[in-house]
């Protein structure tokens, strides 16, 4: 056998894990989580509200919680060349499609001159450009099953300074797991040329797990393999510290009245002026959450099942069971 198959099988095995060893260390696998929790906890009627960017903007406008501005939406074809009196008066602005996943169809702009629009990376692009783009996502290009959809203009995120260097041409996010209303699990994603500037742990962000009692790193991670310093600006991932903490966990806690979904991801980002921003909701959050952390999400879900009277108990009373049960200084 030559020795490339013999390190291959190599990496194969320590990549991989037998069943039974994650069952012990409490991980919670796709059918499991599927079945016990977002079937259990989470009416389908209510999906549309979090499938459709747009719904989720109308209902998170409507609850009075921090979000980043809609400042326009387009959504016939012949609209697309309203488009410029849309974002005549904005420096800054996000195009993304109302029903796409996993970053696909966000065109971000950092501001404009005479040159053209201009991306992060320092590309410019021409009005024509966004006008096509937006004409993409009409036509369904970046949304599930490839339906007609709708694109949506929104303010530009003005992230914190705290994170300069954790993040690659684009902005962090932090994805919370929220049960009953219990933050349970958090992770901030970092965007990398790996993943070209998008906060997506699959196309090469680097996923941190973080500390549900103060927001510090616990571990980090890219392409599910333990990562200490940032792959593109050589960042200690461990020295990161999520500011105003309780606030961003307030956010994400109170989506559990907002949505009405028992078993939800909320991704939140923090800007310079506003603080913790509601981004999306996610009515089927992915499992690489436990992976960020180092831990399983299994233990953490049963011992909210296992409380009574949680209806009963305020924000700020779920916050305090998490932050004793669940920290690491717990």
């Given at each position: 056998?030559?020795?490339n ?8 095995k ?8 994650l ?6 696998g ?12 989470n009416p ?15 209902i ?7 979000a ?8 016939e ?9 849309i974002?005549k ?8 499609p109302?029903?796409?996943?996993g ?11 005479d ?7 320092g ?7 966004l006008?096509?783009?937006?004409s993409?996502i009409?036509?369904g ?6 339906r007609?959809d ?8 003005q992230?914190?300074?705290c994170?300069?260097g954790?993040?690659?041409e684009?902005v ?6 929220v049960?009953?209303?219990?933050p ?7 965007s990398?040329a790996?993943s ?9 962000a ?12 616990v ?11 940032h792959p593109?600006t050589?960042?200690?991932l461990l020295?990161?510290?999520?500011p105003h ?19 939800l ?11 913790p ?15 960020a952390?180092?831990s ?7 011992k ?10 305020t924000?700020e009373?779920?916050?305090?069971f ?5 920290s690491?200084?717990?």
């Amino acid at each position: 056998m030559s020795l490339n198959v013999l390190n291959w099988l190599k990496d194969v095995k320590s990549r991989y894990v037998h069943p039974n060893k994650l069952a012990k260390i409490g991980v919670l696998g796709m059918n499991e989580r599927n079945i016990a929790y977002i079937s259990r906890y989470n009416p389908r009627r209510l999906y549309p509200l979090v499938d459709d960017k747009l719904q989720t903007k109308e209902i998170v406008l409507e609850a009075g919680v921090n979000a980043p501005d809609l400042i326009g939406t387009i959504t016939e074809q012949h609209q697309v060349d309203d488009l410029l009196e849309i974002i005549k008066n904005t420096a800054g602005f996000c195009i993304k499609p109302a029903h796409g996943s996993g970053g696909k169809g966000i065109l971000v702009v950092t501001g404009s001159d005479d040159f053209g629009y201009h991306k992060a990376n320092g590309q410019i692009l021409k009005l024509a450009d966004l006008q096509r783009h937006v004409s993409n996502i009409l036509a369904g290009l970046f949304s599930l099953g490839g339906r007609t959809d709708v694109a949506i203009v929104e303010a530009l995120i003005q992230f914190d300074d705290c994170f300069n260097g954790y993040t690659f041409e684009g902005v962090p996010d932090t994805r919370v797991i929220v049960f009953k209303g219990f933050p349970v699990m958090a992770m901030m994603r970092l965007s990398t040329a790996d993943s070209n500037g998008k906060a997506n742990l699959h196309q090469g962000a680097v996923g941190v797990g973080l500390d549900i009692g103060n927001g510090s790193a616990v571990r980090a991670v890219q392409f599910d393999r333990p990562v200490m310093l940032h792959p593109d600006t050589g960042r200690n991932l461990l020295d990161l510290q999520v500011p105003h903490w309780d606030q961003l966990l307030h956010l994400s806690a109170s989506c559990y009245e907002m949505s009405g979904l028992g078993y939800l991801g909320t991704d939140i980002v923090l800007d310079r002026t506003k603080g913790p921003m509601l981004l999306e909701l996610n009515a089927r959050p992915g499992l690489s959450i436990q992976v960020a952390n180092g831990s399983g999400l299994l233990p953490r879900l049963k011992k909210v099942e296992a409380l009574t009277n949680t209806k009963k108990m305020t924000i700020e009373q779920r916050i305090a069971f998490s932050k004793e049960h669940f920290s690491r200084r717990s």
